[in-house]
């Protein structure tokens, strides 16, 4: 649900590898490396859900403020979109906006590359300072029948 609490991370998948024995449970072995290689940004990250992945979407919206807080100096933005419910020809636009409570001016600190199909993108980290403590996913154009998705931030 919106606000819940999540982890998320870009993660590259190195090496997969079956047991197989005949009569036996399937083993096998899994390693990976998370970020998007030496000197990535992009890390495993505790965040927040903005965008409920049950929610069939019919056109554009602005969601639900979610309290995650200011962003130091020091700090970045991380966020991750994923769609996996894509029905009609088109495309979807998303961004992530930040303010204060009630949304009286929002800034757009995000907006996420048009989805023509199911996928998912976890864009480069946007650096802090970020004085605003509330965010929200807002869906800016739509021209699809339907679509689910999750929109998840956090900050590092």
């Keep these: 649900a919106v606000g819940d609490p999540c982890e998320f991370g870009l993660v590259a998948l190195a090496n997969y590898s079956q047991k197989v024995t005949y009569g036996q449970v399937l083993k096998y072995d899994v390693s990976g490396a998370i970020g998007g290689g030496v000197g990535s940004k992009r890390r495993w990250v505790l965040g927040k859900v ?8 019919t056109g554009t919206a602005n969601g639900t403020e979610v309290l995650i807080g200011a962003a130091a100096a020091s700090e ?3 966020l991750a979109i994923a769609l996996w419910e894509f029905v009609g020809a088109g495309s979807i636009t ?5 303010d204060t409570t009630g949304f009286p001016s929002a800034t757009v600190q995000k907006t996420f590359t048009a989805l023509t ?4 993108e976890m864009p480069e980290p946007i650096a802090g300072a970020i004085t605003d403590t509330y965010y929200r996913a807002a869906i800016s154009a739509f021209t699809l029948t339907s679509a689910k998705m999750i929109v998840v931030a956090g900050i590092r």
């Design 76 to 78: 970045s933005l991380h």
């Design 50 to 57: 903005l965008w409920n992945p049950d929610t069939n979407i």
């Design 117 to 120: 199909a199911i996928g998912s």
């Design 94 to 98: 998303v961004r992530v906006e930040s």
